[in-house]
């Protein structure tokens, strides 16, 4: 197989997957609107006058869970609907790299990523009065880009064990309460004790302190919660390729 | 001989406890179409997703291009058309041929593509707006579109309208022209009986027959009889000169190697026998004496 002939393979299938997603409008515009709108909200709208900056801080922390959403739904439930309709199959059994599959549906999740922090920094921008330095909106919208990426790994897991039917549920049933228990919802110091401690064990807490710490909120040592988010990546990622193989036993 | 591009040796797989290929051997060849068939449950789609790579071999060995069918490389000759398959839907017919063709070496144009499958006009719908006829005859065009040297099609025609059955049977005869192996694991044994140079017969796990159609007929050299007869059909199971047995509505079709005998016999014990007809089997009752089970009738 040459060089190019796999690039070419990569690219169409990023192109396939993108060109798939953008004409479901089903899912493209709840995963836009579901973020900007509890922004808007809750971030904007009813936060004013609180003690810290929650314009600001709610960028952040809706921002990460904005991101989340569509790495989980665009790996979770579209991997399960794929493979029950055998469409995974006819991929599996084509010349396609494996690692395209993965390539394509992570670019898709990271040009979601992409598209939610404009438009979510854009209406930070005008209507939240956010005013960052140009060095913090980069690292941003770098730290939820690859934010990402623990959550393609997670919505890979769920869609690796999940049937078509029960994925999207099971989806909701791990993006809506983690965001919420992590932070990103409300500020965690405004939870009880036992959840504040509590959120450490969601992954998307950690991108929720990552994100904060990148629009200069909070101040905190990176290397935990990168270390943190790369073992989910890990972990998650282990057991979606059993959970695959065991379809194949 | 012709070259042999895939095969099945020595194989055997298990369900946990229940054994779905015991000892199975089968070679495909290049310019033949090999029509797999048995009744369901046989072990012909176990056989179909060992090659296919979608399951790993338990024991034996299955070789597609001399490779492993899980290697890119050996998969870069195959063509296959799944029981089961649904195409996104948002894509447009020639979208899914181009997008699909851009991952083999070789790939067929997509108008040629196109041509293939008889689906010209339908170029730019939507997947979703095609009959279901249609959509199978877009499937078909994904196994094509790599220019393949082996096309695996398992229950192609379900669901086919006449015009595309008659799209499918050029497709495949012109894949055999340029000398693509087939495998066609059908239920459909007209559409057998037309386009297969060979029968492989698969009977629980073990291929029983391997051999042309007509070999086949000939090998069992069976007639059919239909009558009408108050004769118990489970009674008549029994006799030797009945292969095998159904009866509907009051009439009789038995099969039989030896025809003379059995009508002498038959109207010995029933003197009121009407309706008799004689006549040479087709290759669904040929193929019915293969299965061990004499009295039920065989699944279409």
Known sequence: MSHSLTIRAYRCELYSELLKTFRQPGFVLPSLLFPLGFYLLFGILLARGGNFDSATWFFATYGAFGVIGPALFGFGAALATDRDAGWLDLKRISPLPTGALLVARTGMSLVFAVIIFVLM????????????????????????????????????????????????????????????????????????????????????????????????????????????????????????????????? | MSETIARWQQVQHHYGAIPALQQFSLDLRAGQITALLGPNGAGKSTAIRLLLGLLACQQGTVELFGLSPRQRQARSGLGAMLQRTDLPDTLSVAEHIALFGACYPEPLSVAATLTAVGLEAQ??????????????????????????????????????????????????????????????????????????????????????????????????????????????????????????????????????????????????????????????????????????????????
Not at chain 2, 149 to 162: N, S, W
Not at chain 2, 181 to 188: C, F, I, P, S
């Open chain 1, 121 to 249: 920094s854009i209406l930070a921008f005008t209507f939240g009065g956010v005013r960052l330095a140009p060095e913090r909106w980069l690292l941003s919208g770098l730290v939820l880009t690859l934010g990402t990426l623990p959550f393609c790994a997670l919505g890979l897991l769920i869609g690796a064990y999940a049937s078509s039917r029960s994925a999207a549920g099971w989806v909701n049933l791990v993006y809506l309460p983690m965001g919420a228990l992590s932070g990103l919802w409300f500020p965690l110091f405004m939870m009880p004790a036992l959840l504040q401690k509590l959120a450490f064990v969601f992954p998307a807490y950690h991108l929720g302190q990552l994100s904060l710490a990148a629009v200069g909120q909070i101040d905190v040592s990176w290397g935990p919660h990168v270390g943190m988010l790369l073992i989910f990546t890990l972990i998650f990622g282990q057991l979606a390729a059993h959970g695959l193989r065991r379809s194949q036993s």
């Open chain 2, 123 to 300: 170029a730019n719908r939507r997947y979703s707006a095609l009959s279901g006829g249609q959509q199978r005859r877009v499937q078909l065009a994904l196994a094509l579109v790599g220019q393949p040297r082996l096309l695996l099609l398992d229950e192609p025609t379900v669901g086919m309208d006449l015009s595309s059955r008659q799209a499918f049977r050029e497709a495949l005869r012109a894949a055999r022209e340029r000398g693509c192996a087939v495998l066609l694991a059908t239920h459909d044994l007209p559409e057998v009986e037309g386009l297969a140079d060979r029968i492989a017969l698969v009977e629980r796990g073990r291929l029983v027959a391997d051999d042309s159609p007509q070999r086949i007929r000939a090998r069992v050299d069976v007639k059919r009889i239909d009558c009408r007869s108050q004769l118990d059909p489970t009674l008549l199971g029994d006799w030797p000169e009945v292969a095998r047995i159904s009866a509907r509505d009051g009439r009789l079709e038995l099969l039989s190697t030896q025809p003379e005998r059995l009508l002498r016999r038959l109207l010995a014990a029933d003197p009121e026998l009407a309706d008799l007809e004689v006549r040479g089997a087709d290759l669904e009752q040929a193929l019915a004496l293969f299965y061990p089970d004499r009295v039920e009738p065989i699944a279409a």
